[in-house]
């Protein structure tokens, strides 16, 4: 029973996620289209995000919505019209600005990670090399056999 | 070991232009100058290896000179002249040659130059409790014809070693050469009395005969029938011969009496002629015809003997034949005794055999298969013997059989302190490893042989501090393969050193363990530093190369190293102790196994942590993508964060 107590809260924030998306385009259509297109890539990341943890996909998200701020809150000023969201929209700085930061964060979450591994791996090795040396010394001195 | 300039006994140097006499056995002697006092004439008689010195020859040196005789003055390690080491005795220089056989000698010179000197030598030396057992005419010296005699040399081999049996009473006779033990002043008297015929006759006594016939006709006939039967003698000297030769030695004359020969011509002892038998008793087809001949024949067929003395038929010819049934009635005793006493039917043969010839003859020697010994015989027999003949002395002392030999022939016990010493003998030959055994005894029971040892190359050793030197001479051309020890050199330490230093020894079965090696390394460095005998470099060394101070089983590569470098050191000085002392530390070997082992504990963790260096690739390269997006995902908030301050700021 305990195992099944995940699965149905998960069912249950989908369900209220898709609530409220409902909820966004029938009352407000040009928030819902405004997010929609700036967080395309955060959209398309996490679908195409296969890990558990969905981090990229969170960096991601949290890039292009950095940039999604500005242009929804000019749109809200506009007192929420489909005219100035897609005007907003049409505005090519606007999206490309959002665009480029989810592009940027997805390539930061490709490279960092080899990057860090490959600094940690070398501090890794040094310590091993010293390690095997301390090793190597003792079993010289100690007659220790491998 | 000898003086490097080659001087005897620390004093005496070999004068090369004076030729020395010969002498019996082998011994070469050579003239000596005293050069603290060089008109002192005297002479250094070279011992042989093979042949231990008689133990209480230092006794000889003490007390007033003796008169006739040539003693001791030292006794000491020197070089011959071809630079050979060896033990010499120093003595007075022998006033001429030997008298030898050849020349018929008068009455009168019979009595003033030879049987008076002698008997005063021989008094002066029973005085000190001491025999000569080497008197014949060819170890008896005079300046010239007519010239009082001097006995010669006597203490450079086991008693009566060298003996022509002729000279020696037929119980002696009998013995093995080395095995007839210091004996009596009365056996120097018989000699004596034999020497005196042969010069009286200018022929040797008997010389038609072997050994054993000579023996075998003396205890038929009686000694003095049997030497001077067809031979003239004056009524004097037949008279002296007589008491001289008589058969029991309570009966010849005294020294002091033979001093004054008509006193002893005068002195008969009435000795009752032996019993005969109406018929013989053969044994192993030899017949006889008294008590006497019959345990002689027994002592010679003991498997003959044994039959026959179980069946009765001894004890019925000693009762009907002999007319003796007091013999044959202690006879019954002993085969009674013996049979009670020893279960083993194998050992019985021996004891039974034995002690029935020292029953029926009181004088006989020790026979055991065949073999005839005095007790005190017993260590010089060993000796140099054949294998065969050590085995019958193991046995005679496993079994105890001097001390039943004494006690069955009613001899007081106290002329031989056998009884005492078998215990001794016992624990020697019951020893385990290599300081115990046959080679154990033969060292214990002649204190004045030198060490056998192969190792020793011929260099004579005879106390322990000459070993250690004479080692470290050996060693410059020894094979260093082999260890500078072995069963010789053990047993002659354990015989010669002092109990505390030798009682390692007694706990090793070889020299092959290390534990073995390190109590051989420890016994040199006590002796080398009980007995300072200086350093002992090519010792030392020969003991480093041999692995006896071996240091491998050292945990600690560092450790060793510096060991090594210290026992080189030490063998360089020459100090065995002291490499001794280096690799035998308890505490440096417990801090070395400590120190191992916390290393062992430290590898295992450096092994460890090695091999999650390794395994943890992936989980490092897991949390340097989740580090990743945390790092790019805190980017995205800060600029959304920037987003809404620059709005609210608008």
Known sequence: MSGTRPARSRNSAIWLQ????????????????????????????????TGTDKGMSRAVAAACAAFTLGPLWHLWLALDRMDAAIAILCTPTSVCLAWGAGAIAWA???????????TWDAREDLRAKSLAAELQTLREEWDLNE | MPDEDGLIATHYRIDPTTPAPQLEGGHIAYMVIDPRDPTQKLMAVLTRNDLPARPRITLARTGVPVPYAVLPIEYGPGRDLAGKPGWFVVCDALPGPAIGIGRVWREGDLIACLLQPAAAALAALQARGLTHRAINPNNVFATAPRHPVTLGPFWAAPPACHQPAVFEPPYMARCLPQGRGDGKIADDVYALGVTMLAMATGRMPLADQDEAAATRLKLELGSYTALTTDVPLSPLIADLLRGMLAEDPEHRPSPQLLMKPEQARARRVAARPPRRAQLAISVGGINAWSARELAHAMGLRPERAFPLLRGGEVERWLRRHLGDPQLGMRLEDVIRQTEGDVPDENRLQSLLVMRCVAAI???GPLVWHGMAVQPDGLGGALVGAPAAVNVMIEEIITSEAAGQFLSANLRIEKEFPVLEDQRSWRQWLAARGPAGGLKRLMYGMNPMLACASPLLAGRPVIRVSDLLT?????????DRARPPIDTHIA??????????VTAGLRQIGSFAGTAERMVVLRLFGQLQARLQ????????SWLV???FANVEDWRSQKTRAGLQEKVAKAAAAGDIGAIALLVDDAASREADEAGAAAAAARVRQLEEAIAGIARDAPRRADAARRVSTEIVTGLGLIA?????MRLALY
């Not at chain 1, 407000?28 to 995000?49: E, H």
């Not at chain 1, 930061?108 to 490959?118: A, E, G, H």
Request: hydrophobic content about 60%; aromatic content about 2%.
């Open chain 2, 491 to 500: 047993a002659f330490v354990a015989a010669r050193g002092e109990a505390t």
């Open chain 2, 361 to 363: 003859d009181p004088l």
């Open chain 2, 640 to 644: 959304g964060l920037g987003a809404v």
């Open chain 1, 18 to 49: 898709g609530l409220a998306c409902g909820a966004l385009l029938a009352f407000a259509s040009p928030t819902a289209l405004l997010l929609a297109v700036m967080l395309c890539p955060a959209i398309a990341c996490t679908l195409a995000d």
């Open chain 2, 545 to 547: 190369a041999c692995a």
């Open chain 2, 533 to 540: 005998p200086g350093p002992l470099r090519g010792l030392a």
């Open chain 2, 470 to 478: 004479a080692l470290d001479e050996a060693a410059a051309t020894a």
């Open chain 1, 108 to 118: 930061l979450c490709q490279v960092l990670p080899v990057i860090i591994r490959t």
